[in-house]
């Protein structure tokens, strides 16, 4: 990869479709998740109070945070259901050969 | 003239209700009464992160009063003292009339109080709103052993709270089990070891015979003549719905106010929401009361669509959580009712979750775990029982296998 800041999260068949894992990367903390209809990146944390994503539940395009059930829209990074009131933040993603990669800035 | 909707009560159902009103309404006025001067605030964290001084005030209400400007929805700090549902005007002590079209009242529920036969009632200290919580915070400051009364919910996260301040912190409960009401012995009993091994002392199966002040210290004196000493006393020992306002007048109370699965009670154009309520629940096809967090949202936004006119149906499926510790405790559906308890796990690490079926359907579950392990199969099993779903119990109870796998679509 020549472009800056594009890091290889791992293998597309590493994520079950409607399904995220999690990846970390220097001192920060990641969702990636496998969508019907792509691949998509999210902070790790919820903005409510700190718990990780990556044991909340993927359903359609959002991700429900497995603590007080939190909704953001995993696409756009909205919250959708409160507790949750601030949004998460996206990254952009691409799958080159069969591997992903997320783009961090 | 245009149409009034007052809300009556300004907590977490009332603010919910007011912006779905305006949402389907662009038209009617909508006023909140509330007996606190405050905006709506979210009231999970007073017991947690308040306490612990990792939240303040300001980080607890759920909007800014602009956002209420905005909607056009107007506040107010005034005490109701009499309700005229013929004529539809509510009046307060000085006889200042609110006149409505629609109604609905989300006054919320009230702490249960000791009645100690001599002096002591101020000396007791209870945690429901913002001004008890901040009272409790500062009383506290130079006392070291706090005595909680009552093992549930509320009484269990103050005992988190106040053993990571590094008090000495004493429960008393009454039962033979923590939060007895409604969580099943073998979570409690995880529960119980997590606050014996963070050093609280839990004592169960006592009541209170009586306490003594003596100088600053309490002695409180348990039916087996043992004697607790302590410093500070906090009391949690349940609530009530507060409905005094309505005791004599046709409103239909039980429980808290009867209500249909609309949010309607007995009286035209009065509608309640929230830990009043006792509604009409067309899933277990009876009436239920909750005192929940996602119950006080979600009733709330029901009877703004239904008072805006937009007929719905309230069928929520019960929810809540505990977190004590790095414990996150989480309880969905009916879990008292049930003739077969399947259990996932056996580790809190990892998450331990058991799920109640009655004639092989998934009626409810609870589990706890470290913060996050429990909660998507928690989710997952809301949404089963939505549906009353029949469930395969080896899928439950294996936990290779993801119980997403189980939601029809």
Not at chain 2, 15 to 36: F, M, P, Q
Not at chain 2, 120 to 125: E, K, W
Not at chain 2, 173 to 185: A, S
Not at chain 2, 245 to 269: M, P, V, W
Request: one cysteine or more; aromatic letters at 8%.
């Amino acid at each position: 990869m020549s472009e800056e800041n594009w890091i290889e999260v791992g293998s597309t068949d590493s994520i079950e479709e409607e399904d995220l894992i999690r990846f970390d990367h220097q001192d920060k903390t990641f969702c990636v998740y496998r969508l019907t209809d792509g691949f998509y990146a999210t902070d790790g944390m919820c903005t409510h109070e700190a718990v990780h994503l990556e044991d909340g539940l993927v359903m359609d395009d959002e991700i429900e945070c497995p603590m007080h059930q939190g909704i953001f829209n995993i696409k756009s990074g909205e919250a959708l259901s409160p507790p949750a009131c601030e949004d998460l933040k996206t990254y952009p993603v691409k799958v080159d050969n069969d591997k992903i990669f997320i783009k961090i800035d | 003239m245009k149409n009034n909707i007052i809300i009556l009560g300004g907590g977490q159902a009332a603010i919910y209700a007011a912006r779905e009103v305006r949402k389907n309404d662009t038209d009617s006025n909508i006023k909140i009464l509330s007996e606190e001067n405050l905006l709506p605030y979210e009231r999970p964290p007073l017991s947690k992160d308040f306490l612990l001084n990792k939240k303040n005030e300001d980080d607890l209400y759920f909007h800014s009063s602009d956002v209420l400007k905005n909607e056009n929805i107007d506040f107010e700090n005034v005490l109701i003292n009499k309700v005229d549902f013929e004529n539809k005007k509510l009046f307060t002590k000085n006889d200042d009339v609110y006149s409505y079209n629609s109604l609905l009242i989300s006054t919320g529920s009230e702490n249960k109080k000791l009645s100690l036969d001599n002096n002591l009632n101020d000396d007791i200290y209870y945690l429901r709103n913002l001004e008890e919580a901040k009272t409790i915070k500062e009383k506290i400051l130079n006392k070291n052993k706090i005595t909680i009364i009552g093992g549930g919910f509320i009484g269990l996260e103050i005992a988190s709270s106040l053993s990571q301040l590094q008090k000495k912190v004493t429960v008393i409960e009454i039962d033979n089990q923590l939060m007895g009401r409604i969580i099943p012995k073998q979570i409690a009993d995880l529960v119980q070891k997590s606050h014996i091994e963070h050093g609280n002392d839990i004592i169960l199966n006592k009541q209170i015979d009586k306490i003594n002040k003596k100088n600053d210290i309490y002695e409180i004196l348990l039916n087996d003549n043992s004697i607790i000493e302590t410093d500070f006393i906090i009391a949690g020992i349940g609530s009530t719905p507060s409905v005094k306002l309505f005791e004599n007048t046709n409103l239909k109370l039980d429980n808290g106010i009867a209500t249909n699965q609309y949010c309607e009670t007995s009286i035209k154009d009065v509608y309640a929401a929230g830990d009043v309520s006792n509604f009409y629940h067309p899933l277990y096809k009876r009436n239920i009361r909750l005192e929940s967090y996602q119950h006080a949202q979600n009733h709330g936004i029901c009877a703004g669509k239904n008072i805006a006119g937009v007929k719905t149906e309230y069928s929520s499926i019960p929810w809540m959580w505990s977190d004590q510790f790095n414990l996150n405790l989480q309880l969905t559906g009916i879990c008292d009712d049930y003739d077969e308890i399947v259990e996932r796990g056996n580790d809190i690490n990892n998450g331990v979750i058991y799920f109640f079926l009655k004639n092989k359907i998934i009626k409810g579950a609870c589990g706890l775990g470290i913060v996050g392990k429990v909660g998507r199969d928690i989710r997952i099993t809301s949404k089963l029982c939505e549906k009353n779903t029949i469930v395969d119990k080896q899928i439950l109870l294996d936990e290779t296998q993801k119980l997403n796998k189980l939601i029809q679509k």
